[in-house]
């Protein structure tokens, strides 16, 4: 290969670096914007047809999205059963899909949004909330209670994988107050006590707030009136007295618990950070974040077998240019207003999503940063390793009598063929931005007590009005409003 045909290739690439890196940039909602559109402003038809027709979506490593958004999807237009046939198809993906030799190597060579998307942590147990709520609607409440259950196992993975650490999300407090009205639901108070006492115990452990969510009055009273109904008087004691609760309501089974969805989970976008390496070497890292602060990520090379035989601590690179995800937030909570027989209920934060999204992330983040730099790191041996296969072949194939000439060709072609690789590094190199985007940011709820036979309800959120009719079933239920 010429000389100068290889500078050609190279100039060729320059021109192209624009159109790469622009893709590189460009993040999963974006990609998504023509569905998230159409959700958003309810046109729900011609979001599936989008749906149908995104090739990014359509992408085996994108399967579990595609079940999540579908299930959602359905959910939305009241099509209970094939909501649920696509969120089952998603738990079972969550169950049986587990990270590859091939996920690791495309995550390190390329970029994490090419390994197949397992799920943020909290994202099953959205799954069991949507799932839970369409057999409710279809009147299968034994397929409720399993998706109880199925939050109980969901806890314990969760559990396992940060071994019960409480500065990590290893529960879910949300989760199990829902798991408690589950229970209660099919009369099953024992196990709804004791849904609602881990939930209660959640909140307290962590000063009685979980991510942001205070512990929400009605589960207070919800705890209390069930160690009642079971008899539990010395629980009930406990909690009356820790609360400063006097009295509860006689129980009344003919209530309806209304969960209000507001807004849009945070959009997942990506960040550049600078990374340098101090005096001490590789082992010892450093990122400048867009303030222009310095931070020290704890980086441990003898923990990457790729590396520790590598000549890349001797590299003469100062910095590295990594890409990590964050969460933008343009939304905050207010309450809901719902009014019944002339009688006004507000409704209680009892998830907050997008803190959950926020904090999780940022309890990964040095883990995120170490694997943004073994990926680059990555990248550079694979430069190194190309640059000195080039030289090898054309000084070895060259047909060039003068050895100086040869090996000047040799080291050029080099040099080339490690710009192009250097080139496509840097353009591919971008932060996984995927997530469950149509989930909501806050859920919200309020137990209201019904009358026999019809009941008329005005849900109030600013200036939207929703007016429902409940029939009276002398049990309790449940209904979600969704406002985008």
Not at 113 to 131: A, I, N, R
Request: hydrophobic share 40%; net charge positive.
């Amino acid at each position: 290969m010429h000389y100068f045909s290889l500078i050609k290739r190279v100039l060729i690439s320059l021109l192209l670096i624009p159109f790469l890196i622009s893709c590189a940039t460009t993040t999963y909602k974006a990609k998504m914007a023509s569905y998230y559109h159409k959700v958003q402003t309810g046109h729900f038809q011609s979001a599936k047809a989008s749906l149908e027709e995104n090739s990014f979506i359509q992408q085996k490593r994108n399967q579990l999205l595609y079940y999540f958004e579908k299930g959602k999807l359905y959910h939305l237009t009241k099509q209970y059963d094939s909501s649920n046939l696509y969120l089952n198809n998603a738990d079972i993906l969550i169950e049986q899909t587990r990270k590859n030799a091939g996920d690791i190597a495309a995550a390190n060579l390329i970029n994490p949004m090419m390994q197949t998307y397992l799920g943020e942590d909290f994202e099953p147990f959205m799954m069991h909330y949507y799932k839970a709520l369409n057999y409710l609607y279809l009147g299968k409440i034994e397929n409720a209670v399993v998706e109880a259950r199925r939050i109980q196992l969901t806890t314990q993975t969760q559990n396992d994988k940060f071994a019960g650490k409480l500065t990590r999300y290893s529960k879910d407090a949300f989760a199990l107050n829902l798991q408690g009205i589950i229970y209660e639901i099919n009369g099953d108070i024992n196990n709804a006590f004791i849904a609602y006492r881990n939930a209660v115990e959640l909140y307290l452990s962590n000063n009685g707030s979980y991510y942001n969510v205070q512990m929400p009055k009605q589960l207070k009273r919800d705890v209390i009136k069930t160690a009642l109904q079971m008899g539990f008087t010395g629980e009930a004691t406990k909690y009356k007295n820790l609360f400063s609760i006097d009295s509860i309501a006689a129980s009344n089974t003919n209530e309806l618990i209304v969960f209000v969805e507001q807004g849009w989970i945070a959009e997942k976008k990506q960040r550049n950070l600078f990374v340098t390496r101090d005096n001490a070497g590789i082992s010892s890292l450093f990122f400048i974040d867009s303030d222009g602060s310095r931070v020290q990520v704890p980086f441990d090379v003898n923990a990457y077998r790729e590396l520790r035989s590598s000549d890349i601590t001797a590299s003469s690179f100062r910095i590295l240019k990594v890409s990590i995800p964050f969460y933008s937030i343009n939304s905050e909570y207010q309450k809901v207003n719902v009014v019944i027989n002339n009688t006004n209920y507000a409704t209680e934060i009892t998830q907050n999503l997008n803190s959950l999204a926020v904090n999780i992330l940022q309890e990964r983040m040095f883990k995120e940063i170490g694997n943004a730099v073994v990926r680059q790191i990555t990248k550079k041996l694979a430069e190194k390793g190309i640059e000195a296969g080039t030289k090898a072949v054309v000084e070895n194939n060259s047909k060039e009598k003068d050895d100086k000439k040869k090996k000047e060709n040799a080291e050029a072609a080099g040099a080339v063929a490690g710009l192009l690789v250097n080139i496509l590094n840097t353009a591919t190199e971008k932060a996984d931005t995927r997530n469950w985007q149509s989930l909501p940011a806050f859920i919200s709820y309020v137990r209201i007590p019904l009358q026999t036979g019809e009941n008329k309800l005005t849900l109030q959120f600013g200036n939207q009005q929703k007016n429902i009719t409940i029939q009276s079933t002398q049990k309790l239920q449940v209904y979600n409003w969704v406002i985008n």
